[in-house]
């Protein structure tokens, strides 16, 4: 009782202080706002790009003379203590109200130490890491100027076609609810105006993962209830977790561009979600919304103005047109003090009007960015993110002894490790893949490589522009003499390493594919070493799930490594040679081929579903020439040991209102490793009024078992957990049969039924 009173008056105090806190910002912004011109206002609404990773063909111009005029809210793609503080003190001294700006960059998986991709991220289904990962990457770029991060990107993708699947936690909306929060929870801490936090920006609302055919920007079409059983979540939760801003996307959805969705940006948003930070667009997108074909630059950013966008990235429409729109009565002065509003409320939390310079901090910038602590965390992340694929007659780990031929294109390139969206990595400092192997391995393994098979990059993808110019360089040699030469040298080892896949640039934004395979040339290289007899681990690098099917059948182990980070050359050693077991898990489906596509777990049952015989069933819906079965379901990875499960017990087979159900289950690690494991619980709604997916994660716990031991893992069931939103958006569940599903993937599961009274 003492602990529930005590309890209580803290959060009381809580409260009231946050009332305290937020009624003196009202105040300092209502005298602010007093002061200002509107020309003034409509200056904070203006974002531009301070250049340094540039994604779209407009950069900002006159940048210094505008900060004068206090025409610009905030800047992006700027670092450095210095050149931050030099810019700042132009903002804080030179304009008539002095209002600080506020430096954004995309710190989206570390920055100048990087971690793993997004999609490697989240396959280690490891919360605490992921929020470390954020945790130092905002140490680091707070230390360097920088307060404002344009992540987490929480767009549920089920297509590997879309290149940007690679900076997402993947195709499941519990998953990627729970990696939302906890990035969110590492950029802001609990004090977004600490010298070391910075305001997460969650993106891109709505459903740019859902993008017509895969192909970036394209359009969404979808019904509101799968939009908000499916897709809307992550962005709540990572706007319930705190995130202090969010981007609109680039698409349109139902008819509607997001930038000018007043359904999306107010009704959703502010009105049903309650979100009071702050809305900015994605780059140029009010200016794309001519294009959309909803008008000239004046009505096109009046439009976003009033669907309730308050900042504007690079475009200046608003810049450039909201006083003409005002003063010809096509906005409202409230629009623009509502979004002037919500820029100044960015700045006042982030305690810029307090101390300006608070985030420009040199000597601590120097002491801690890229430090070996932190590339430690990186090494540890990478090694929990990779996936391994298969492992046939436990062709690994391998042992330390003998010659070891590393051969491909990802064998000798260290610009491509750190992968997309790393736009602040120290590319000149890190490591290759053969560099970091060597210095984990010294003199205990012989490391042969062969430079000339890195020329077999991207051959089909090479000639197209990338945005952060990492290819890896051609010769104009002929591919056979290539790989001769490359063969010759694997016949000098006991075991071949392929080091293949995607170039980090082929996945990213602007990079969607048609074809998931690996690139040809690389094919041939990796059938040519299967054929020197030597055995064969593919070391597989990719930004998205890849179409695997020929690989599967004919080389022994396929560890996938995404692109690890700063530190990958280092934990691909630690893995492949036994000192890490891998667990990571992937989070969205491998398909078989391409046509498979859109293929998740959660998908529904139809009325003809297919059986489990894997061949052609007529009158089913399938395909004549493939199974509906996934390469690798989502959830699956191997590892070193064995896991086996016991049957599923209840404490009870019925639930309601009042009470939850206990699911237990026995692992046992029946292997010879000591490991982690990711066990999956997921539930399936057998009767509703609306159809429901086969399968729904939700829950998952990571346990550690060393060789020969058993744990009992425990899943507490509510009736939140069975909720949904029906076809007349109400928030429910409804009583009926339900299955329970515990497994160390979404396929490989034991069950149990219960009823919900
Ligand atoms: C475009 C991307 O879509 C977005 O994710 C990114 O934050 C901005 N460019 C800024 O670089």
Not at 419 to 425: E, I, L, N
Request: aromatic share 8%.
């Amino acid at each position: 009782m003492k602990k529930v009173v005590g309890t209580c008056l803290i959060a009381l105090a809580f409260w009231q202080s946050s009332l305290a806190q937020s009624s003196k910002m009202d105040k300092f912004i209502d005298q602010l706002m007093a002061k200002m011109t509107v020309e003034e206002k409509i200056g904070q609404l203006n974002l531009v790009t301070g250049g340094e990773a540039t994604t779209g063909t407009t950069v900002s111009t006159d940048v210094e003379s505008k900060i004068q005029r206090g025409q610009i809210g905030g800047i992006f793609s700027m670092s450095t203590p210095s050149k931050i503080r030099q810019t700042q003190e132009i903002a804080v001294k030179q304009s008539r109200l002095k209002i600080p700006i506020i430096f954004g960059m995309d710190v989206i998986h570390g920055y100048r130490t990087v971690f793993p991709i997004p999609l490697g991220l989240a396959a280690t289904w490891d919360m605490d890491l992921i929020q470390q990962s954020a945790r130092i990457a905002a140490e680091e770029a707070t230390a360097d100027g920088i307060n404002w991060a344009f992540s987490p990107m929480v767009d549920i993708s089920r297509d590997p076609r879309w290149g940007r699947i690679s900076e997402g936690a993947g195709e499941d909306t519990y998953l990627s609810s729970k990696v939302a929060e906890a990035i969110v929870h590492g950029f802001q801490g609990n004090n977004l105006a600490a010298y070391n936090t910075m305001m997460a920006c969650v993106k891109h609302f709505a459903l740019y993962g859902a993008a017509e055919g895969g192909r970036d920007y394209n359009s969404t079409d979808m019904s509101l209830h799968r939009m908000y059983n499916e897709y809307l979540p992550p962005y709540k939760a990572a706007l319930d977790a705190g995130a202090g801003s969010i981007m609109t996307s680039f698409n349109d959805i139902n008819g509607v561009p997001a930038s000018a969705n007043k359904w999306l940006m107010t009704d959703v948003l502010r009105k049903q979600w309650g979100f009071k930070g702050l809305v900015v667009t994605d780059y140029t997108a009010v200016n794309e919304l001519m294009a959309h074909g909803l008008g000239d630059l004046q009505q096109v950013s009046a439009l976003s103005l009033q669907a309730g966008v308050d900042m504007d990235m690079v475009g200046e429409g608003f810049l450039t047109t909201l006083k003409k729109s005002l003063d010809e009565g096509k906005v409202k002065l409230d629009d623009i003090n509502r979004a002037c509003r919500f820029v100044l409320e960015a700045k006042y939390k982030l305690g810029l009007f307090e101390d300006p310079y608070r985030y420009c901090n040199e000597q601590r910038a120097q002491s801690i960015i890229g430090s070996p602590a932190h590339h430690e965390k990186a090494r540890e992340i990478a090694a929990k993110s990779f996936v391994l694929l298969k492992n046939e007659n436990q062709a690994l780990p391998l042992k330390k002894s003998g010659t070891v031929a590393v051969i491909g294109p990802l064998a000798n390139s260290g610009p491509n490790m750190p992968g997309t969206w790393s736009v602040s990595a120290e590319l000149d400092k890190t490591a290759s893949l053969v560099e970091g192997m060597k210095s984990v391995l010294g003199n205990k393994v012989n490391i042969l490589t062969h430079l000339g098979s890195n020329l077999l990059a991207d051959s089909t993808y090479q000639k197209h522009a990338t945005m952060f110019g990492r290819t890896i360089a051609r010769d104009p040699r002929k591919e056979e003499d290539i790989i001769a030469e490359a063969v010759k040298t694997a016949q000098q080892a006991d075991i071949v390493i392929a080091a293949l896949g995607e170039s980090s640039e082929m996945s990213g934004e602007s990079s969607s594919r048609s074809e998931l395979d690996i690139p040809k040339n690389q094919q041939d290289l990796l059938k040519a070493l299967l054929a020197t007899g030597k055995p064969v681990v593919l070391v597989l690098f990719t930004g998205r799930p890849l179409t695997l099917t020929w690989e599967d059948a004919h080389v022994p182990a396929i560890l996938n490594v995404w692109f690890g980070g700063s530190e990958t050359g280092k934990a691909v050693a630690d893995v492949l040679f036994g000192d890490i077991v891998p667990s990571g898990k992937i989070t969205a489906t491998f398909p078989r081929n391409v046509g498979q596509i859109p293929i998740y777990y959660a998908h529904k049952n139809t009325g003809r579903p297919y059986g489990n015989s894997g061949d052609f069933e007529k009158f089913k819906s399938n395909y004549l020439d493939v199974s509906n079965t996934p390469l690798y379901p989502f959830g699956y990875g191997l590892s070193y040991t064995t896991f086996t499960y016991s049957d599923i017990r209840l404490d009870r087979n019925t639930l309601d209102s009042n009470s939850s159900i206990q699911a237990s289950i026995d692992i046992s690690n029946t292997g010879d490793y000591d490991a982690e494991e990711t066990v999956q619980l997921y539930i399936q709604d057998l009767v509703g009024s609306v159809t429901r997916p086969v399968k729904e994660l939700k829950g998952f716990q990571k346990i550690f078992l060393k060789k020969g031991e058993q744990k009992t893992v425990k899943f507490e069931i509510q009736i939140k957990d069975l909720k949904f939103y029906d076809n007349n958006l109400n928030y429910l569940a409804e009583p009926g049969d339900f299955k329970i599903y515990i497994g160390t993937n979404s396929r490989d599961v034991k069950e149990k039924e219960f009823k919900l009274l």
